[in-house]
């Protein structure tokens, strides 16, 4: 693998601007690669080291000792100061300029010390983040354990917050031995003890004059572990009469210890990338004077590299040491001093890639297109759907099988096709025995197929052995249960996510209550349609297509009472006119009539015109006038920008199919429900689509602000640091 392609490969992607233009500063060297003067100075490299072959050691200590005095004459790189004073800039003088090429290598030293700037300023400015960030960690581990002292001995005397210096010393004694290596640079490796010894002084002084009862006197709980039952306890009482006293359960403190536990596992996932941004760019540096030095023989590599080393992206030793210290204090307070158990923890390895997924993936796309094509042969051959019993079919049995910590696509997609494979196979089987005569003393027990094949998914669902990604369907339970509870729960991005795809299966809600009905009844056993006679049915009919629309409403709703961003209260509305115009589409299924036809296309027009806008608008990002890309956004991920238009039109046409149904179109030879299961199939397509540039939106305005890890919040806060935040 070429450094090229290795340097993309570990670049971070939201800080992809941030890394040193490697290809840009390549271009330069191609540039004067193709000069007269490159071609003389090869032509006298070649000279050189056949003299340097035939002439031995001698001539090789005056050519060494000739490249050192030229190395002198070639640049100088003088060391500069903003106004401000807090950032040093680095400004190369070419002593060569007026040579033939020397522009082009006047040009790559410009470049260079843009770019050493850029990196520079960029690595210094995360290095003082993440200082601040380790502070307020610092606090919270103070805290946390002043908070277990409480939970497991509430009529015992707090005991010593900050350990005692000895054993601090001993601690980063043991962790000095791990994280330091043979090729750690003596100078910094002194710089690194200094800053140990200061560490241990501060924490001395800390370890006398804090008293740890003061600690929990200015602490309380993050509102971000709240449940539905704290929710509602807040809104109707004082949150100031619980201010005074901290009261934790040991269950509360187990959720605390998690969340801090994660916060601690990001923080040193992010320090390890700034160790690598460092790397990295370094060696590009290196990589770039190496060839410059290489085609022009002229020996500025050392010069160069000298001032980068000295540069606060190589000398700097403040990520080192951080990592060290947020490795002692996880494995101190986390791993009861487990050394290999804390550190397996923090560094989370890469999940490694199965051949047998990719290729039972395949087999199961391949099956379900088979099974598909022999599905659609198998009705059209004897026209079963011009047949009454056809008729009944469709619309009672072929909608029941509309199918509906972190999986791959590989794992998605072999998940989604052998779901598709097992639920057209079950399709196909029933289907078989109802037009083969010979099988019809089996039809009451066949059509108990779907039931069965809901119910299996089901269990699979909630299952609680450790098979099938188990962390995943229980990650998937808790943000289903926490959209069901949207309006007590803190929305966030999985919640809003997951609602956001539940309201493209609203056919498939509805085809719930059909569940209930056709097998709760015994619909299934007397083969009769007599379910939307039914009062109760109808009524329920209106409630269940509503749900999910009704899921993201009470979720922007939510966000609105705690962001008081105006545009969550815009969105509502989005979703409150959806659930409008499904009232009168559904009312207009059911009871028919010209008035209820009008209002069900009027306020469905209406929620096609707000929900496209705030698509392609607000969750997209695009149609900006004043953009450096005409009608898009300024930052775009694809290279073709005509994609973007073209997905906009799609999302407008597919959005306008959704209105199809009111007009009550008839595509012979297909009845309605091949109509709807067409129209949920075009919605999914759009859904989908609508999923890639939400979430490219969502990724480049992270980018905007260089947030590249999760932002977890900290589970505790501090009286002080309201009142700062107040003033």
């Given at each position: 693998m070429t450094f090229t392609k290795d340097f993309k490969q570990q670049m971070v992607p939201e800080w992809e601007k941030e890394y040193m233009d490697y290809e840009g500063l390549k271009r330069i060297l191609k540039e004067m690669k193709s000069s007269k003067q490159s071609k003389h100075n090869r032509s006298l490299q070649h000279r050189l080291k056949l003299e340097r072959a035939f002439s031995g050691i001698h001539l090789q200590g005056s050519n060494h000792q000739r490249e050192g005095?030229?190395?002198?004459?070639?640049?100088?790189?003088?060391?500069?100061?903003e106004e401000e004073g807090s950032k040093e800039l680095y400004k190369t003088d070419f002593h060569k300029l007026h040579e033939e090429g020397g522009e082009a290598e006047a040009r790559l030293f410009q470049k260079l010390d843009e770019e050493l700037n850029k990196v520079n300023a960029f690595y210094k400015d995360q290095v003082e983040a993440a200082n601040h960030e380790s502070n307020l960690l610092s606090k919270?581990?103070?805290?946390?354990?002043?908070?277990?002292?409480k939970v497991k001995?509430?009529?015992?005397?707090?005991?010593?917050?900050?350990?005692s210096p000895k054993e601090a010393a001993d601690q980063n004694h043991q962790q000095k031995d791990s994280m330091t290596g043979p090729e750690v640079d003596p100078v910094r490796q002194t710089n690194r003890n200094i800053h140990h010894h200061e560490e241990q002084v501060e924490a001395h002084n800390n370890y006398k004059r804090r008293d740890p009862l003061e600690i929990l006197e200015h602490v309380k709980v993050d509102d971000s572990l709240q449940s539905p039952k704290s929710t509602i306890k807040k809104a109707f009482t004082d949150s100031s009469d619980n201010d005074n006293e901290l009261s934790i359960s040991k269950e509360e403190l187990k959720k605390i210890e998690k969340q801090l536990r994660l916060v601690f596992v990001e923080f040193y996932q992010k320090l390890l990338h700034l160790k690598d941004y460092s790397f990295m760019n370094l060696s590009a540096?290196?990589?770039?004077?190496?060839?410059?030095?290489?085609?022009?023989?002229?020996a500025a590599s050392t010069a160069y590299m000298t001032v980068v080393d000295n540069s606060y992206l190589g000398s700097s030793d403040e990520v080192n040491f951080l990592l060290e210290k947020v490795e002692s204090t996880f494995i101190r307070n986390f791993t009861h001093s487990n050394h290999k158990k804390g550190r397996k923890l923090l560094r989370q390895k890469a999940k490694t890639e199965k051949q047998s997924i990719t290729f039972f993936t395949g087999f199961f796309c391949g099956c379900f297109l088979a099974l598909l094509v022999a599905t659609i042969l198998r009705i059209t051959s004897q026209q079963f759907i011009k047949k009454k019993k056809g008729t009944f079919y469709m619309e009672n049995i072929f909608p029941l099988y509309r199918a509906g910590t972190e999986l791959d696509y590989r794992q998605i997609f072999l998940l989604t096709s052998g779901l598709a494979v097992v639920a057209l196979l079950c399709f196909l089987i029933n289907l078989q025995i109802e037009m083969n005569s010979r099988s019809q003393q089996y039809k009451t027990l066949t059509e108990l197929v779907p039931l069965i094949l809901v119910v299996?998914?089901?269990?699979?669902?909630?299952?609680?052995?450790?098979?099938?990604?188990?962390?995943?369907?229980?990650?998937?339970?808790?943000?289903?249960?926490?959209?069901?509870?949207?309006?007590f729960f803190t929305v966030r991005l999985a919640d809003f996510f997951l609602a956001d795809q539940l309201t493209s299966q609203f056919q498939a809600f509805k085809s719930v209550e059909l569940y209930i009905c056709y097998y709760g009844l015994g619909e299934h056993s007397r083969r009769q349609k007599k379910?939307?006679?039914?009062?109760?049915?109808?009524?329920?009919?209106f409630i269940v297509g509503i749900i999910p629309y009704w899921f993201r409403l009470a979720q922007c709703m939510r966000q609105f009472y705690e962001e008081g961003d105006i545009?969550?209260?815009?969105?509502?509305?989005?979703?409150?006119?959806?659930?409008?115009?499904?009232?009168?589409?559904?009312?207009?299924?059911?009871?028919?009539?010209?008035?209820?036809?009008?209002?069900?296309?009027?306020?469905?027009?209406?929620?096609?015109?707000?929900?496209?806008?705030?698509?392609?608008v607000k969750d997209w990002g695009l149609l900006q006038r004043l953009s450096n890309n005409p009608y898009l956004r300024d930052k775009l991920i694809l290279p073709h920008r005509s994609i973007y238009f073209i997905a906009m039109v799609v999302d407008i046409a597919l959005r306008i199919s959704w209105m199809q149904l009111v007009f009550e179109m008839d595509w012979s030879p297909?009845?309605?429900?091949?109509?709807?299961?067409?129209?949920?199939?075009?919605?999914?397509?759009?859904r989908g689509i609508w999923n890639f540039f939400r979430l490219e939106n969502e990724h480049l305005n992270n980018v905007g602000n260089y947030r590249a890890f999760k932002s977890v919040p900290h589970p505790f806060s501090y009286y002080d640091e309201e009142k700062d935040k107040d003033e």
């Open positions: 005095n030229i190395e002198e004459e070639v640049i100088e790189v003088k060391t500069l100061e919270q581990v103070e805290a946390l354990v002043a908070l277990r002292v001995s509430p009529d015992a005397e707090l005991k010593q917050i900050v350990s540096f290196s990589k770039i004077m190496k060839t410059y030095e290489k085609r022009t023989s002229r299996l998914v089901l269990l699979i669902t909630f299952c609680p052995l450790n098979i099938l990604y188990r962390s995943s369907r229980f990650f998937f339970i808790r943000c289903l249960f926490r959209c069901i509870c949207a309006p379910c939307h006679t039914r009062g109760i049915y109808n009524i329920q009919y545009n969550r209260a815009f969105n509502s509305l989005n979703y409150l006119s959806t659930i409008t115009a499904m009232v009168f589409r559904t009312a207009f299924e059911l009871k028919k009539g010209n008035s209820w036809k009008v209002l069900a296309l009027v306020f469905s027009a209406l929620a096609v015109l707000q929900n496209t806008y705030w698509d392609i297909l009845r309605k429900v091949a109509i709807i299961t067409v129209t949920s199939c075009l919605e999914i397509i759009r």
